[in-house]
């Protein structure tokens, strides 16, 4: 889990910092870049790390990959409107890791809560169902605040640890993904697997709760 989480913010940082050096002029519209192993030492990361990044500058339409002759500039700045594929881009990103922490936080839940978890899991499901109707961010952190305890009652000290650690990234990307999918906190998204999945981890049932979380859109 922690090597996906650190792969993701590699990816990230290099992107950024090769789109900083293409805002620069560095290297004029049509230039061959330097290839992934100089690059990869420049950047301080490896090889795939630059292949990633440079697929996401490519999808932004900054940069051009020809296979056997290498990777070209095709402009300095991302091209009109594709500010939300690169949100949507970074969202796909989030939720990967999301997935890969909680679908494993539920199954352990599942098999180790207590009786003051299940009461947690409860009130904070109640919680979250009561922000529905009180603004997106408010919303957004009722539903952090749930899965929260699901992590907790995983009683696995280290991946809350990372859980918390990711939380400001989950959260700005949970805003973003309501308004690309253009959900509301008035609909309570995904109220109905909540609910089960909450129920879930309370019967022990940890096939269920993985089977939910895999499922879920928030």
Avoid: C, Y
């Amino acid at each position: 889990m922690t090597s996906s989480i650190r792969r993701h913010l590699l990816t990230d940082q290099a992107a950024d910092l090769l789109r900083s050096r293409i805002e620069s002029g560095e290297w004029e519209v049509g230039a061959k870049l330097p290839g992934a192993t100089t690059l990869a030492a420049e950047l301080g990361v490896g090889r795939s790390t630059v292949r990633e990044a440079v697929r996401m500058l490519a999808g932004l339409g900054m940069l051009e990959s020809r296979q056997g002759a290498g990777v070209f500039l095709r402009g300095s700045s991302p091209r009109q409107g594709w500010d939300r594929v690169l949100r949507t881009e970074e969202i796909r990103h989030v939720v990967e890791v999301r997935n890969t922490v909680e679908i494993e936080a539920a199954r352990l839940a599942a098999a180790r809560r207590g009786e003051d978890d299940v009461a947690a899991l409860r009130q904070a499901l109640d919680a979250r169902s009561a922000a529905s109707g009180t603004g997106a961010a408010a919303f957004v952190d009722a539903d952090i605040a749930l899965h929260r305890a699901v992590v907790v009652a995983a009683r696995n000290p280290v991946l809350t640890e990372l859980f918390e650690t990711f939380v400001p990234r989950l959260r700005e990307a949970m805003l973003d993904l309501m308004d690309v999918l253009d959900l509301t906190a008035h609909s309570e998204p995904d109220a109905d697997d909540h609910r089960l999945l909450v129920e879930a981890i309370a019967d022990g049932d940890a096939e269920q709760a993985v089977r939910i979380m895999r499922l879920r859109r928030l």
